[in-house]
Structure formats: structure tokens, C-alpha cells
């Protein structure tokens, strides 16, 4: 077992806890014979916010994306921080269409939330790019489904950030 299963900026769990539970709750789908999805998250502009503001304002963005995230996660699902800016969110029992609905939500309210706080931080509001997967449709093992969500969330990044991009 992971002995520090959390990512210590931002509490969520890190992405060694990913590597070493997604595979059983793929697994876990598999022989339920439930749909899964991967939800990666990728925080628009944290570089610019940390050359233009400094890492404390970008790691102060960096928790801000956390706290929605975690905020909307059941407890049969896991949230990762997977990299400096990245977030991968496994919902256990989501088929495509429940994921878009968590995806765009969390869009909304990482936008919103950050829009609203006061004191206002200098690279408010915070927009999030999210590409979706969704198992079996989208792929049966982990690399495929994570590399179907990434090329999906590089085509968010690519239409210009703050949005979700899924299968249809």
C-alpha cells in the first residue's frame, strides 16, 4: 500500500494512489459489468500565473482547482492530483454522459468559485480544460483509456481552454 497516499499542496491523493487503484477499480467495473470514466483536468494558464504572479499565487490556484474537485467527488470515486497542473478524477460508475455532467459542472463551478472569492486573486477567475474517457467504449485498459482522455483534453486546450471535450 502507498505509504503517503496524499498529495501534500492539496490533499487529494496522489499519483501513486492513482496508479496503484485504478487498475482495481477498472478491474472492479469489468467484473461488475459497469461503465467507468477517467475525468482529466488540466488547469488553463497555471504557467502564466506563476511567471506573472509568483508560485505561491499558482500554487494558491493549484488548491483553488483541488477544492472544487474535491468538493464534487463521491466517495466511491478517487481524485488524483496526476502532475504539476493535472488532476485525473475515476468515476466508478459513470457512463459518458455522467461524466460530461460531472465534467461540466466542475468546470462551472471551478469558474465560478474562484470568479466570487474575496480577496480576489490576481488570476481570478480560474478556467479548467477537461478531456474525457469512458470504459469500455472509449477502451479496456488503463494507458488507453488515459490516453484517449489526454488527447481529449489537449483538443480542449487546443479550442482554447475552459472546456470539456468527450466522445460526442
Known amino acids: 500500500h502507498t505509504l503517503m497516499p496524499r498529495d501534500?499542496?492539496?490533499?487529494?491523493?496522489n499519483r501513486g494512489y492513482f496508479d496503484e487503484?485504478?487498475?482495481?477499480?477498472?478491474?472492479?467495473?469489468?467484473r461488475a459489468r459497469h461503465q467507468m470514466s477517467l475525468?482529466?483536468?488540466?488547469?488553463?494558464?497555471?504557467?502564466?500565473?506563476?511567471?506573472?504572479?509568483?508560485?505561491?499565487?499558482?500554487?494558491?490556484?493549484?488548491?483553488?482547482?483541488?477544492?472544487?474537485?474535491?468538493?464534487?467527488v463521491r466517495t466511491s470515486d478517487t481524485a488524483c492530483r496526476y502532475g504539476g497542473d493535472e488532476f485525473v478524477v475515476v468515476l466508478t460508475t459513470a457512463d459518458e454522459s455522467a461524466a460530461r455532467i460531472f465534467a461540466e459542472r466542475l468546470a462551472h463551478n471551478v469558474q465560478a468559485a474562484t470568479a466570487a472569492?474575496?480577496?480576489r486573486a490576481p488570476w481570478a477567475p480560474a478556467t479548467v480544460s477537461i478531456g474525457?474517457?469512458?470504459?469500455p467504449a472509449d477502451g479496456t485498459t488503463l494507458r488507453d483509456?488515459?490516453?484517449?482522455a489526454d488527447g481529449r483534453l489537449y483538443e480542449s486546450?487546443?479550442?482554447?481552454?475552459?472546456?470539456?471535450?468527450?466522445?460526442?
Open 8 to 13: 501534500a499542496l492539496t490533499g487529494l491523493y
Open 21 to 30: 487503484m485504478a487498475p482495481r477499480q477498472l478491474a472492479h467495473a469489468d
Open 39 to 72: 475525468v482529466l483536468v488540466d488547469i488553463d494558464r497555471l504557467k502564466i500565473a506563476n511567471d506573472r504572479f509568483g508560485h505561491e499565487a499558482g500554487d494558491d490556484l493549484v488548491r483553488a482547482v483541488a477544492a472544487e474537485i474535491h468538493q464534487m
Open 117 to 119: 472569492a474575496e480577496p
Open 132 to 135: 474525457l474517457a469512458t470504459y
Open 145 to 148: 483509456l488515459l490516453r484517449k
Open 157 to 168: 486546450k487546443r479550442r482554447g481552454g475552459g472546456q470539456v471535450t468527450g466522445a460526442n
